[in-house]
């Protein structure tokens, strides 16, 4: 009894100890940086701040001071990728973390927790799989219209099933973006006119949650690069392991980072896209429900991606 009884102890103190990591390591952010080759032949390289799921409140200052500092790394554009608002009162928040990158080019799509707040459920039930679907009740609890608003009066485009188009200096991102399909608010836009000459030019996906649906279309579609947000790249990852789930049908080994889709997934950023792949970069985000503020083996992120020429790859 007295063996069971330290074993007892013994597990409840290594639950303890994670969990108090947990908590530390939610609020441990970190700048992830990728290259990827999708540009054309001779374009110069651009770089684009990729922001995802700050699921802000009011109360988290030093979270918008993080995000506003990377305002430093003088992106040449902005992409966010939705769940941005975590509470009623937090656009402000939201607005002040965004405002150093308000007068650079940008776009976005939103999320679900823009529009609805998050719930209580029991955390275990997020390991079975994806959240039960929903859709959006009629009378939305959070301020996602107006944060939607603000941001358009800025300049940045609105990309939930729409197209738009971003000039950086020579290099032109021809943007497609959907709702988020977690919610079945997805519905892929009319194809667009072939672009004019000029400037080189790259399509880039744009969505929340990266349903496989989402990614095929995009593929279809031409496009050279996918992001997205929406795993919190597992959120509580097994070290040697990874992400136990994606709380979407997308694989685990692509939980988080830059990988090739749809062929083989390998170490973040590693390897190359072959015939017919896209690169699809899926951010683990910068914050957590307001139910389940913890993080294990998945630091909170922000992504700067440098787009090179694909003759540059190697």
């Known amino acids: 009894m007295r063996g069971l009884a330290r074993a007892a102890l013994a597990v409840g103190?290594?639950?303890?100890?994670?969990?108090?990591?947990?908590?530390?390591?939610?609020?441990?952010?970190?700048?992830?940086?990728?290259?990827?080759?999708?540009?054309?032949?001779?374009?110069?390289?651009?770089?684009?701040?990729?922001?995802?799921?700050l699921h802000l409140l009011p109360r988290q200052q030093r979270r918008v001071d993080w995000v506003a500092s990377l305002a430093a790394e003088r992106p040449d554009a902005v992409i966010t990728t939705g769940d941005n608002l975590a509470s009623p009162r937090a656009l402000p928040t939201v607005l002040s973390a965004l405002l150093p990158f308000l007068h650079l080019p940008g776009a976005f799509v939103t999320g679900s927790n823009d529009f609805v707040a998050p719930e209580w459920k029991n955390p275990l039930r997020?390991?079975?799989?994806?959240?039960?679907?929903?859709?959006?009740?009629?009378?939305?609890?959070?301020?996602g219209d107006e944060l939607v608003g603000a941001l358009t009066a800025a300049g940045w485009q609105h990309l939930d099933n729409a197209r738009g188009r971003l000039d950086l200096g020579g290099v032109h991102l021809d943007l497609v973006g959907t709702g988020d399909a977690h919610i079945d608010a997805d519905h892929y836009p009319a194809p667009a006119d072939p672009p004019a000459g000029g400037a080189p030019s790259v399509r880039i996906g744009v969505t929340h949650a990266p349903y496989a649906r989402v990614l095929r279309a995009m593929a279809d579609d031409g496009a050279r690069l996918v992001l997205a947000g929406h795993t919190h790249g597992g959120q509580v990852c097994v070290p040697g392991l990874g992400a136990l789930v994606t709380n979407c049908d997308l694989d685990r080994r692509r939980a988080s980072g830059l990988h090739p889709w749809p062929g083989r997934p390998g170490r973040p950023g590693a390897g190359a896209a072959g015939p017919g792949d896209l690169w699809l970069h899926v951010s683990a985000g910068l914050?957590?429900?307001?139910?389940?503020?913890?993080?294990?083996?998945?630091?909170?992120?922000?992504?700067?991606?440098?787009?090179?020429p694909e003759t540059a790859a190697g």
Request: glycine share 6%.
């Open 287 to 308: 914050g957590t429900s307001p139910f389940t503020p913890v993080r294990l083996a998945c630091r909170p992120e922000a992504t700067l991606l440098t787009l090179v």
């Open 126 to 143: 997020y390991l079975s799989g994806p959240s039960q679907k929903h859709r959006a009740p009629s009378e939305p609890n959070l301020p």
């Open 13 to 53: 103190a290594a639950g303890a100890g994670a969990l108090a990591w947990s908590l530390v390591e939610a609020e441990a952010y970190t700048l992830r940086r990728y290259t990827v080759p999708v540009l054309p032949p001779g374009a110069r390289a651009r770089t684009i701040l990729h922001l995802s799921d």
